[in-house]
Structure formats: C-alpha cells, structure tokens
C-alpha cells in the first residue's frame, strides 16, 4: 500500500517536472528567436525559420504564423501518426508561438548576424532539449518530417535534413546568400547544443583494449589506474581465433595515465577510444 502511494506520487511529481520542462523550454526557445536570430534575419529551419522568411517577404507577424502552421501539422501528426504525442506536445505546440507574441518587442541582443547565428543557435538548442527532456516536441517541421517518413521511406535524418536544407535556400533566396550561410550555421549550432543538453559534456571515455598481454594489461591498470576492467569474448574476424577485449571506463582526468600504461605494458596493443556521455555505478555516478 505504501509503495503503491510512493509510486503514484513519483509519478504525479515526474509528470509535472516533464510539464516545466516543456513550458521553460518553449519559453527559452522564444527568446533565443526574438533576441537572436529574428532580429538579423536567421531561418535556422523549422517553423520559426519559415516564419523568418515569410515576415521578410510578407510582413507578417512571426507568432501567428508559427500557430498557422504548428496546429494544422499537429492535427496533421495526430491523423496520419495516431495519437502517440499526447498532451505535453499540444502544450508545447500552443505554448511557443504564445511566447514568440509574448517576447516579440524584445530589443535584440546583437544585430551582428554571425553572433546572432551562433547565440540564437544555443539558446534555442538549449530550449529545445529542455523540451525533448519533457518527452515532448513543440510540432512544427518535425511532424512534418515524420510523415514524410511514413510515406516516402526516406529515414528521419534525411526527412528533416531536406525540410531544413529548403528553409536555408530560400533564406538565401528571400534575403541573400550570406543570410542563407548563417542559417546553416544556427541549424549545426542547435543540433549541437541539443545533445549536449540530451547527453550532456562527455566526461569520460570508453576504452576498448585488444592485446596479446591480457593479464599484465589487466594488472597495471588496476594497479596504477585503480579501475576495474572487463574481459569481453571476441572472434578475430581475419583467423577466427578467440580474441580477448577488455574494456575499461575512466574519467578523462584519468586517460592519459592509462596511455601512459598501454604504451608501458603493450605498446603493439589495439585500442580504440569513444566518448561515455553518462556512466552510472561504482567509481561513478549513482543510477
């Protein structure tokens, strides 16, 4: 009964945690609009792009055409996709073009195009990744991309890919080339600062070691390292003979001292290095 009651009511707290994120985010993803990159003419794709392009074209108001276009994609979304995107999307769909209205007689931060690009990158990323983080979306081009998806069979990445690549060439159409540049530049920037606010700054590394001197490796790394290793079962692809892989986690304080080992023990050794964005348990972060 009481686990019952705990549960429920983690589940009522993560819900309205996921709430916040999806409003903050939007709210963030407005200013960083309406500071940065509106102002210097940045279509940095998505809705807000188009309506970066259709303002300088037009005239019209950037907020009403993000909700001219956001409502009827996620209509769209809901009809051709079901249901799958719940609430938190409608909100975050309805919520960011309110706060693009709501932020729009801002004075810019800069009006130097290149740093408007770059910052307006940033925060709108960091927005939103606040609102991926809500397990939820603002609509717009995503939805769009989707169901290009669906009915044409071209993967996600490329769905996406094309929908912005048309924004930034008719960015340079619409105002001129450079205009179209920084885009781009502002489209690479979010995608970046989304992943670092989806998996955070990389502060360890894996390491895969492959060595004829197993044991002695195995030694001096917990010896002079203090990590512990694991001895993963591998075949030799060219001869087919088992082929011992260990692998070891360290903080990248601690990389250089076990390259300093390797090359000590087994400088013939076969190692490859990548990135540990979250590493949870002992010697780590607790889950």
């Not at 009403?64 to 938190?88: D, E």
Request: glycine share 12%.
């Amino acid at each position: 009964m009481g686990n019952t009651a705990y549960q429920s009511h983690s589940s009522v707290k993560n819900v309205i945690q996921e709430y916040i994120f999806v409003i903050a985010g939007a709210a963030v993803i407005a200013l960083g609009f309406n500071v940065f990159l509106f102002p210097n003419q940045v279509a940095s794709g998505g809705v807000s792009g188009i309506s970066t392009i259709l303002h300088g074209m037009f005239g019209w108001n950037a907020g009403i055409v993000q909700y001219a276009f956001n409502i009827p994609l996620f209509i769209a979304g809901v009809l051709v996709l079901g249901k799958k995107f719940g609430v938190k999307s409608l909100v975050g769909t309805l919520a960011l073009p309110l706060f693009v209205i709501l932020t729009e007689d801002w004075e810019a931060w800069t009006l130097n195009p290149l740093l408007g690009a770059i910052f307006g990158g940033i925060v709108v990323g960091f927005g939103i990744g606040l609102v991926f983080k809500g397990n939820a979306s603002t609509g717009g081009t995503d939805l769009l991309a989707q169901i290009i998806t669906k009915y044409t069979g071209l993967t996600l990445g490329t769905s996406v890919l094309l929908i912005d690549g048309i924004i930034a060439v008719s960015a340079a159409l619409v105002f001129d080339l450079e205009k179209g540049l920084y885009a781009l530049i502002g489209l690479y920037v979010t995608t970046k600062t989304i992943d670092i606010v989806q998996l955070g700054f990389s502060q360890s590394k894996m390491v895969y070691i492959i060595t004829q001197r197993e044991e002695e490796v195995r030694d001096a790394i917990y010896k002079n390292v203090n990590r512990g290793v694991t001895k993963l079962s591998a075949i030799g692809g060219y001869t087919g003979e088992n082929r011992p892989v260990l692998m070891v986690v360290v903080y990248q304080t601690e990389f250089t001292k076990l390259k300093q080992v390797l090359k000590d023990v087994d400088p013939q050794a076969f190692v490859i290095v990548s990135d540990a964005y979250e590493v949870l348990g002992e010697g780590f972060k607790r889950a």
